[in-house]
């Protein structure tokens, strides 16, 4: 089967720094993705790990290791409109396009 | 255009009834996805179409959906007999190439459906 593992929720304050994790278990996954959604808004999309290691965009950072089946997505100098949904997702089998999307984190940040 | 555009934006509908939502990707991209989000929910897939190949329908519901796409630009998603249970955002994203180098979705604005 296929499954990926978010927190549902996690809060911080301005200016700090926050992970949200994603666990998966599926074989024959190609890459790790993360996007945000705004209540309401669409998903956009936010970085991609093809290998394992850290790839690193702006205040956002993502990590993989596919070893470890384990992702996760930095958050650093946390502003307010950074509260939002962020959903992991990974492309399943490794051959095709398609995205399976994890559970989703509700992030809040406080001022 | 500039974005993926998805219409309409809300459609009620009552019990039974047919429905058809639309989705215009963006020009030259070859890859189109359909995605359903029920409220505070993650995205469950539906229905994939890349270039002229055969579409992936592995993730339709039931046989009440289908999904066409007309020459390889804008798709429509029908779903027959409505039921209350469809009640859900449906979005709809477009990549360039797929996933495959990390290029990413673009997503719609989605169709917020409520069956009554």
């Known amino acids: 089967g296929q499954s990926l593992e978010q927190p549902s929720e996690v809060t911080a304050v301005e200016g700090a720094i926050v992970q949200i994790n994603c666990t998966y278990q599926t074989s024959g996954f190609y890459g790790l993705s993360w996007y945000q959604q705004h209540d309401g808004g669409a998903p956009t999309f936010l970085s991609y790990n093809g290998l394992d290691g850290l790839e690193e965009t702006g205040r956002f950072s993502s990590f993989l290791s596919r070893s470890d089946s384990y992702g996760y997505l930095l958050l650093q100098e946390l502003q307010m409109k950074d509260s939002a949904s962020y959903f992991c997702?990974?492309?399943?089998?490794?051959?095709?396009?398609?995205?399976?999307f994890g559970t989703g984190t509700r992030l809040q940040v406080f001022p | 255009g500039a974005g993926v555009s998805q219409s309409p934006s809300n459609k009620v509908t009552e019990k039974g009834k047919d429905v058809e939502l639309r989705c215009d990707p963006i020009?030259?991209?070859?890859?189109l996805y359909w995605y359903r989000q029920s409220l505070g929910q993650g995205l469950e897939f539906l229905i994939y179409f890349q270039g002229n190949s055969a579409p992936d329908k592995s993730g339709l519901p039931s046989d009440r959906f289908s999904a066409e796409r007309t020459g390889g630009s804008v798709s429509t998603l029908t779903i027959q007999r409505t039921q209350q249970e469809d009640s859900a955002v449906y979005l709809c994203?477009?990549?360039?190439?797929?996933?495959?180098?990390?290029?990413?979705?673009?997503f719609g604005s989605g169709t917020r459906l409520t069956v009554v």
């Open positions: 020009s030259g991209h070859t890859a």
């Open positions: 994203a477009s990549s360039l190439n797929g996933d495959r180098v990390g290029n990413g979705y673009t």
């Open positions: 997702a990974v492309r399943v089998p490794y051959n095709t396009d398609k995205l399976i």
